[in-house]
């Protein structure tokens, strides 16, 4: 690989020591574009000019030392989110927590070791450029939505409301994932089901089924492993972007002003009735019925009871163990015919 390869992430070795700059580079420059500065005032010139996927910091420099530079770029919207590892001597604890809370992303001492540094500078570069991709994939969701936002009231009006924006975001999910559409109609009878049987107005049952279609719909635009696997078997970067899909749910349909109550279900389907849920740790009838209604619909879809990988007995002893807490125990009841058949 030419080290002139656009694609490579550029590395920033900041210290005023050539023999630590050489050692840096040698290690590094068959896999990363590294670009070296001798002092703090140089470091962010480089920063500023073209901006660098990671900076390898050293603290103790004459003049501007490290904490002054980090400081200083935490504080430029252009080049706070640059991962910062400071390579020092220091070891005292109290410098370790300063770098920290600067927002300093690791922290290696001097001498350096090999092994260490390249294993602390791939793991920083991924999860920089995961953040990034995710950062623009929310960036161009949310130019889309506004852009599109008219055009998606003028289809609803045209043709026959909530059923057309149910349809054509149903086609969406099954193009990305045919388990995520499958999943939301199933989600859909069981909500509609449950409120049915407390004597809801139609037009709120209807909402109610609406909002449990399209519940997922913040994980369009996820990355496939995302949507194909559990939580825990997740990244710590895919597992922030899986918690951030009831908000961009909630985001796409608060563009149309008649669904902003669809949308807050939305947003809130993944609280829990103790408050230990997300995005909002909300608890209790803090959390919408709609959402308080598909948590438990979700539950017992996951559960596989819906393929019959559950069976009738195993999915209501699951139930009763998170009554009041998950699950509003006032609403497993409405449940109960669905699951029994």
Same mark, same amino acid.
């Given at each position: ?12 070795? !900041?210290?005023?020591? =050539?023999?630590?700059?050489? !050692?840096?580079? @040698? &290690?590094?420059?068959? *896999? ?5 500065? #001798?002092?703090?005032? =140089?470091?962010? =010139? ?10 390898? &910091?050293?603290? *103790?420099?004459?003049?501007?030392? @490290? +904490?002054? !530079? ?15 590892? +400071? ?32 294993? $602390? ?21 949310? $130019? ?16 026959? @409301?909530? =059923?057309?924006?149910?349809?054509? +975001?149903? /086609? ?7 388990? &995520? ?11 509609? %089901? ?8 139609? #037009? ?5 089924? *609406? ?13 496939? $492993? /995302?949507?194909?696997? $559990?939580? %825990? ?50 608890? @209790?009838? %803090?959390?919408? &019925? ?18 019959? #990988?559950?069976?009738?007995? %195993? ?19 409405? +449940? ?6």
């Amino acid at each position: 690989m030419s080290t002139s390869d656009p694609e490579r992430p550029t590395i920033l070795a !900041v210290d005023d020591s =050539a023999d630590t700059l050489a !050692v840096i580079t @040698g &290690l590094l420059k068959d *896999l990363y574009k590294v670009k070296v500065a #001798k002092t703090g005032e =140089a470091a962010l =010139a480089m920063a500023a000019a073209e901006v660098p996927s990671l900076i390898l &910091l050293d603290i *103790l420099m004459p003049g501007m030392d @490290g +904490f002054e !530079v980090c400081t200083r770029l935490k504080a430029d919207p252009a080049t706070r989110e640059i991962p910062v590892i +400071f390579l020092t001597a220091k070891t005292e604890n109290e410098d370790e927590e300063k770098g920290f809370e600067l927002g300093a992303a690791d922290y290696l001492t001097k001498p350096i070791n090999p092994i260490k540094l390249l294993a $602390r500078v791939k793991t920083h570069t991924a999860l920089s450029r995961a953040r990034m991709e995710l950062q623009e994939w929310n960036n161009n969701l949310k $130019r889309k939505v506004i852009n599109h936002a008219g055009l998606i009231r003028e289809k609803i009006a045209e043709l026959g @409301g909530a =059923a057309s924006l149910i349809a054509a +975001f149903s /086609c969406q999910l099954e193009l990305m994932d045919a388990g &995520l559409s499958n999943h939301a109609h199933r989600i859909a009878k069981l909500v509609g %089901e449950a409120a049915s049987r407390m004597s809801l107005e139609a #037009k709120t049952v209807r909402d109610l089924k *609406l909002a449990a279609q399209l519940h997922d719909v913040g994980k369009l635009g996820l990355a496939e $492993r /995302c949507v194909q696997r $559990r939580p %825990e078997e997740m990244s710590a970067v895919e597992q922030q972007a899986y918690r951030d899909h009831p908000e961009r749910g909630q985001f796409i349909l608060s563009r149309i002003e008649s669904l902003t109550h669809v949308a807050l279900m939305i947003r809130h389907h993944h609280e829990a009735y103790n408050g230990s849920g997300f995005p909002d740790g909300l608890k @209790g009838e %803090e959390i919408p &019925l709609g959402a308080r209604l598909i948590c438990i619909a979700d539950y017992i879809d996951h559960t596989g009871y819906s393929q019959g #990988k559950a069976s009738e007995g %195993e999915v209501q002893r699951k139930l009763a163990l998170g009554s009041g807490k998950l699950f509003d125990p006032e609403l497993i009841r409405y +449940f109960s015919q669905s699951v029994t058949g």
